[in-house]
């Protein structure tokens, strides 16, 4: 029978284990990667509801936001006020990335479209930059089930009008080329107030943002503290390069919901 000093030599291991990995998953989630859960439709047809991904950070170095924080006490150390970013690397168009909202600092996923000193218009449903409409070419139609979807139960919009409960939901799809040569898929539902706005020209330090569901995304075309507007340098927290598995039902623990299509399925 084991004596008292070696059952509390056993838990007091036990609490060092745990101690330990406790804080090898805390310095992940704070420096390398932040994992990420798919809330809305904003960027399908490239992103689903459900889908589950980890956040590269070390992509575009570290600020603020790359860190969490609790009660105004950031884990990196970094006052909120501070613009700069440690190790930073260039975000690119075409970039999936995962930033904090100017205005509620929730945490937001959207494809980089202009850059610092880009003149960004959308003109009846084209993108144009710097003056120049950016290519879009046809790819068939994005189809999914009309119902409820994830755990806050949205029901997608739909571009063949009003269905019913399990019809077929359909939205036109198109490849749209940035100026760099990055290529990715869009979405179209119908006429929405985002497919025409003014000019705007992207000031330095900040990013201009939208989602590939563009008829159903709170954008940079928007205005805060309800839209996103610009987004400063020091709001990113990294990009997204890869779905791990993906959920279609209202929980990532229902593995029988997982659709068998994402599993580590490379973002464009």
Request: some cysteine; hydrophobic content about 40%; overall charge negative.
């Amino acid at each position: 029978m084991a004596d008292k000093s070696e059952k509390s030599g056993g838990i007091a291991e036990t609490f060092k284990t745990i101690f330990w990995a406790l804080f090898l998953a805390g310095i992940i989630r704070t420096i390398l990667f932040q994992p990420f859960w798919i809330p809305s439709g904003s960027m399908k047809s490239t992103l689903l509801i459900g889908d589950f991904l980890f956040v590269n950070k070390f992509t575009y170095g570290y600020s603020w936001a790359s860190c969490p924080s609790i009660r105004g006490f950031n884990f990196c150390g970094f006052a909120k006020d501070w613009d700069g970013r440690l190790f930073g690397g260039e975000p690119e168009q075409g970039d999936i990335i995962v930033f904090k909202h100017p205005a509620s600092e929730a945490d937001y996923i959207k494809r980089l479209i202009g850059l610092p000193g880009d003149k960004v218009q959308v003109v009846n449903g084209q993108l144009n930059i710097n003056g120049e409409p950016v290519p879009m070419e046809p790819a068939g139609s994005f189809v999914e089930t009309y119902d409820a979807q994830g755990p806050m139960g949205n029901l997608p919009a739909c571009g063949n009008g009003a269905v019913g409960i399990g019809a077929e939901c359909v939205k036109e799809q198109f490849v749209e080329t940035l100026p760099n040569g990055v290529s990715h898929l869009t979405l179209n539902i119908g006429d929405r107030g985002g497919d025409n706005t003014p000019v705007y020209t992207v000031p330095e330090g900040h990013y201009f943002f939208m989602g590939d569901n563009r008829d159903n995304s709170t954008d940079s075309r928007f205005r805060q503290p309800n839209g996103v507007g610009f987004v400063p340098e020091s709001y990113l927290i990294g990009r997204a390069d890869r779905v791990m598995f993906s959920s279609a039902g209202s929980s990532i623990l229902a593995f029988w919901t997982w659709r068998s299509d994402r599993f580590f399925k490379a973002l464009q």
